[in-house]
């Protein structure tokens, strides 16, 4: 895998103050995104132990209240097993902290994916620019949802995150 860059108390991208890793790739390529330099999954650098050792190191305060995958898509096809294993190491040594991920694909499509098991909250879908809202509370347009994952899967519908 690999990624652009790890950032730290961020506020836009979750709730609370949060660390992102934003990973290289995404097959989505929604027009208008305000990301687009992620899309090439060669792009950024790898994603070493280096690296690692730094998201684990900007998440560990107490004041960071989880992290939150974005990018790119933390879903392409080439990132999900590295995002899977990064998304439970962190719920076994964070487990106090909340998981967040960004991605194109909705919820029915990765529902049944092992990383779902680890976030708190999903934002699913395509940027739509048609549908763009910056009044939009952790979401670019209107069509995504933020999606309250544990209370998704116990009640076995869509359970929208407040």
Known sequence: MRYHNITTDDMLNGDGLRTVLWVA??????EDCHNPITWDIEGGLPFDEAAEA??????????????????????????????TRLAKKARERFPEKTIWLYTGYTFDEISALEITDYCDV???????????DPKL????SANQ???????????????LFD
């Open 25 to 30: 790739g995404c097959e989505h390529r929604c």
């Open 54 to 83: 730094e998201l684990f190191e900007k998440l560990s305060p107490d004041y960071i209240n989880g992290v939150t995958f974005s990018g790119g898509d933390p879903l392409h096809p080439q990132n999900r097993a590295e995002i």
């Open 122 to 132: 999903i934002v699913d879908g395509r940027f739509v620019k048609e549908q763009l």
């Open 137 to 140: 509370h952790w979401k670019g």
């Open 145 to 159: 949802r933020v999606i309250d994952v544990r209370e998704t899967k116990r009640l076995g519908k869509i359970v």
